[in-house]
């Protein structure tokens, strides 16, 4: 499966969209991008994945770029409880229950 | 609905000794997968269960195994601890005939070895 790379942390004001990058540089056709969360002392939460069209659903959305190298997640509406690290990994269809996890952006939602 | 379990919620052991790790799956789920979650660090894949076999595994030695039950409830199992196996282990659980895409985590259990 692809590496991925994301930003250590970033902060976001409550209210406000949070737009989380990630660069995976070395996608192959058929691996999706797959964005999970973990909020303090809890399992990681799935939020949302892709394979090369934009999705919505309603925790979040995700932006994949035409050349399938990178991608956003977007928090369209940030709360205080969306403090959390944040994960975006790549996954074959032949791992489905393997999940590479990095050390994923820890976003902070300020009042 | 309850979603995956896991116990228990906090453990200590030490150096050297064997621990028992349970997991009970979301309702109609029949894959758990675990994992190590070391402080600070991303959860790392230590091995997938299906129909009672291990069907993936990690960069993890041996020291590390599972099992998986007919109820679909699997065990992890560590010997010799080292202090380096304290960590937080998840336990997650999809639905293997439903292709579904998202796996549901535990909440974990937290193993201190001293």
């Known amino acids: 499966d692809a590496k991925t790379t994301q930003p250590p942390s970033m902060d976001c004001a409550e209210g406000r969209a949070a737009n989380l990058p990630c660069n995976h540089s070395?996608?192959?056709?058929?691996?999706?991008v797959y964005w999970y969360r973990q909020i303090h002392s809890q399992g990681p939460q799935y939020i949302i994945h892709?394979?090369?069209n934009n999705e919505t659903n309603e925790m979040a959305s995700l932006i994949i770029t035409e050349d399938r190298k990178s991608s956003t997640l977007i928090l369209p509406h940030a709360t205080l409880r969306d403090t959390a690290v944040y994960y975006c990994?790549?996954?074959?269809?032949?791992?489905?229950?393997?999940?590479?996890f990095g050390a994923g952006t820890q976003v902070v939602v300020t009042p | 609905d309850a979603g995956v379990t896991q116990s228990p919620t906090h453990l200590i052991k030490t150096r050297g000794q064997q621990v028992t790790l349970r997991c009970s799956p979301k309702?109609?789920?029949?894959?758990v997968s675990w994992y190590q979650q070391a402080l600070g660090q991303g959860p790392q894949f230590i091995f997938q269960?299906?129909?009672?076999?291990?069907?993936q595994r990690g960069n993890f030695p041996d020291r590390f195994s599972g099992h998986q039950f007919p109820n679909y409830s699997s065990e992890l199992n560590v010997n010799a601890l080292l202090l380096g196996d304290s960590a937080l282990y998840l336990c997650?659980?999809?639905?293997?005939?439903?292709?579904?895409?998202?796996?549901?985590f535990g909440p974990g259990t937290r193993l201190t070895v001293t």
């Open positions: 997650a659980s999809r639905s293997e005939g439903a292709y579904s895409y998202e796996q549901y």
């Open positions: 070395t996608i192959s056709g058929n691996e999706y």
């Open positions: 892709g394979l090369k």
């Open positions: 990994i790549v996954r074959g269809v032949d791992s489905w229950g393997k999940l590479q």
């Open positions: 309702s109609g789920h029949d894959t």
């Open positions: 269960y299906y129909e009672e076999e291990e069907r």
